[in-house]
């Protein structure tokens, strides 16, 4: 019997610098209501899914910094949306700024399963932008002064039938973030962005390249490992900004499956079937037969580029 999981990506479309938790948080339970009524198994939505995306303000007060943090999950905000999903008995995640109770932040996401318990954490490993304020660039992209590089690596969990990993926006541009998820048989991997629909350094990169980059990173980490990958957008105009919309879900073969349509709130829905993962991954990307690790010893011990002589 093919074990099928039915994904809702609950694209969310702009949140205001000025919209509350709550208000955010009943735009959640609407995409959740819709997902119920296509008898989905489990909803994915955005990056930061709480606020607006807050790295591209420059900050300077502490106090202004922790206002985007929530310092437990669930939280008063969020406890409606975990208790309507259990009484769904439909899984979720999200992701928001975390601020642990010793007081380190991380660009966080959980997985919460059909009984609205919270069985998986990633934490951002790749933290796009810089850390000072940047006159050169059209706007800022503060990450790495608001977070730290996520401390907990990339797990993988036994969950609602399958194996099912996260990752986090710029980490899916990178091949080792699915090729540590792949070497634990992940199935389905979720994420969710934000990202701006042009290049702060280079004026002619628009959002037709913004999107392209976005579909070769997902489908190739697809198909090179076998896996489902569920990408989920916050997008639409963030007080001026613009983020791409684009959210898709790909299957094994690295092919689209589905995808949205506009850049508002909007439910994306594919049954995606975790053994049409099993052929890959016996055959062409059967990694135990075919990985040659005796000549992958650069990728772990060195960072940058070391040119030849
Ligand atoms: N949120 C996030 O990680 N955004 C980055 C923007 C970097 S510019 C390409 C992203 O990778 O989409």
């Known amino acids: 019997m093919a074990r099928i999981l039915r994904i809702g990506g609950a694209q969310m479309g702009a ?29 994915v939505y955005p990056e930061l899914a709480l606020t607006t995306f807050f790295p591209r303000w420059y900050m300077t007060d502490q106090v202004d910094v922790d206002s985007w943090f929530e310092r437990e999950m ?64 059209a706007f800022q992209h503060l990450e790495k002064r608001y977070f730290e590089p996520g401390d907990l690596g990339f797990p ?3 969950t609602m039938g399958g194996i099912l990993g996260m990752c986090i926006c710029n980490d899916r541009r990178w091949p080792e973030t699915y090729r540590v998820m792949g070497l634990q048989g992940v199935e389905l991997i979720t994420l969710g962005y934000n990202t701006p629909s042009t290049n702060a350094q280079k004026s002619d990169e628009g959002p037709q390249t913004r999107l392209f ?20 957008a916050k997008c639409g105009i963030e007080d001026g900004h613009p983020l791409i919309a684009g959210s898709i879900i790909v299957n094994p073969d690295g092919e689209i499956v589905a995808e949205s349509q506009t850049e508002d709130d909007e439910l994306i829905v594919a049954d995606c079937d975790l053994d049409a993962t099993v052929f890959g991954k016996e055959t062409i990307f059967d990694f135990k037969r075919h990985r ?8 772990t011990s060195q960072t940058g580029v070391i040119l030849p002589e």
């Open 15 to 43: 949140i205001q610098k000025t919209d509350s938790r709550q208000v955010v948080a009943r735009r959640m339970l609407d995409l959740l209501d819709r997902a119920k009524a296509q008898n989905c198994d489990l909803v």
């Open 74 to 137: 669930p939280n008063a905000a969020t406890r409606p949306l975990f208790e309507r999903a259990a009484r769904y008995a439909i899984g979720l995640t999200f992701g928001y700024a975390e601020l642990t109770s010793d007081g380190h932040r991380f660009n966080t996401s959980v997985l919460v399963d059909r009984d609205g318990r919270i069985v998986g954490k990633y934490r951002k490993v790749h933290l796009p932008g810089h850390s000072e304020y940047d006159p050169q660039r």
């Open 156 to 158: 993988v969990w036994r």
């Open 213 to 232: 980059h976005h579909r070769l990173t997902l489908q190739a980490g697809a198909y090179q490992n076998s896996t489902w990958v569920v990408a989920v």
């Open 292 to 299: 040659r690790v005796e000549h992958y010893e650069r990728i």
